[in-house]
């Protein structure tokens, strides 16, 4: 699995560019906010349909312009595949796959595959719940096209009845309805509860393995699913599952009432990470964290390789930053076997890498 060529239109700050990569290592050189980022943004946007460092398409369309195109041509599954994404000013963006309208997220996933690391990730480590849940969907649902369609269920129903609750004192007829969002809501929990537990044991052996080798065993690194306490056993059959679900629903339904908000579920589901026997949240040093942050991605292109056969496209930005020299030639030595796009601002850092091809970014410009 690779990305052959990139051709933009408009893009954040590139009116017109074309590049050609490597099928391994990628080193893309420039100094700050040059548009090293965005090259690797615009391939994560091919293999997901969204970005993580924007709300709004419009922010991806390039200052002064009505709209913007990315363009990648790609080999995977032993052929070649041309995906089309064109955003516009004020409407849905338009995609296509050799030419043919893409109707689900999931789609893309199917023909390139990127495991994404950027500084953001620190917040992994460092902020709550909500960004290991986050980490968990958007990996889960590049590999599991039931897990997708479970969580944009549930998300839908979430939203349903957290209106329910909100309306319930001016349409207390509302409160009839809970029952039906109550049980529907366990069955899609129940399932991504179900794809969750596997992943994260999955995650949690790479995970390890890889904070070892980067601190030379010095550290270890333990993950540990949560979810809702009425589930004892996460890994059970899914009646099992949706049961524990509904209990944990009727011990809270006078609490949501009263708050008027919903708070039970896998909505709530964590990640917790200890570095030494200690809350990582609380007590990791910054190159800790990020080797923490970056234990999570290379288990995941781990866990991608296992599940698919293929390997995906690593994107790392600035992942050298705040590591020491012995975590940096781990980083170095443990990318390869795979294409990888990774930037930096002095080239001399990335040692044997340079090996490969270099890109020189200079105000949205590729040599």
Do not use: W
């Not at 970005?51 to 070649?80: N, P, V």
């Not at 958007?138 to 590999?143: A, E, F, R, V």
């Not at 292109?301 to 781990?330: A, C, H, M, N, W």
């Amino acid at each position: 699995m690779r990305i052959n060529r990139l051709t933009l239109r408009n893009f954040r700050n590139y009116r017109e560019q074309s590049v050609e990569f490597s099928p391994e290592n990628n080193v893309i050189v420039g100094e700050n906010a040059q548009g090293k980022t965005n090259l690797l943004e615009a391939v994560s946007l091919l293999s997901c349909g969204r970005s993580a460092r924007t709300r709004t398409d419009r922010e991806l369309i390039r200052f002064g312009e009505a709209e913007a195109k990315i363009r990648g041509d790609i080999f995977s599954r032993e052929r070649d595949f041309r995906v089309e994404m064109s955003f516009f000013a004020g409407k849905r963006k338009k995609t296509e796959i050799n030419q043919v309208p893409v109707k689900r997220a999931s789609e893309l996933s199917g023909v390139l595959g990127t495991v994404f690391f950027c500084p953001e990730d620190l917040f992994l480590i460092r902020e709550g719940a909500a960004a290991r849940r986050r980490f968990m969907d958007q990996s889960l649902c590049q590999l599991r096209p039931r897990y997708a369609a479970a969580l944009a269920e549930y998300n839908r129903l979430y939203d349903h009845k957290t209106r329910i609750l909100r309306d319930a004192d001016e349409h207390p007829d509302l409160l009839d309805t809970l029952p039906e969002f109550n049980a529907r809501m366990a069955a899609a929990g129940a399932v991504l509860i179900h794809y969750r537990a596997r992943f994260c044991a999955r995650l949690a052996e790479y995970a390890a393995a890889a904070h070892s080798e980067c601190s030379g065993g010095r550290e270890t690194l333990v993950l540990r699913y949560e979810t809702v306490k009425t589930v004892e056993d996460p890994f059970a059959e899914q009646n099992v599952l949706i049961e524990a679900l509904a209990e944990h629903q009727r011990s809270h339904a006078s609490a949501e009432r009263a708050a008027r908000l919903c708070l039970s579920g896998p909505h709530k589901d964590d990640v917790a990470v200890e570095i030494g026997g200690e809350n990582a949240r609380q007590f990791s040093s910054q190159g800790q964290t990020r080797t923490a942050a970056l234990a999570f991605k290379l288990a995941e292109r781990e866990i991608y390789r296992e599940i698919t056969g293929q390997t995906p496209v690593l994107l790392l930005d600035d992942v050298l930053s705040e590591l020491d020299p012995k975590r940096q030639e781990f980083v170095l030595n443990r990318i390869s076997g795979g294409q990888v796009l990774i930037t930096c601002c002095e080239e001399d850092r990335l040692g044997t890498l340079t090996a490969g091809r270099v890109l020189r970014v200079e105000n949205g410009e590729v040599r």
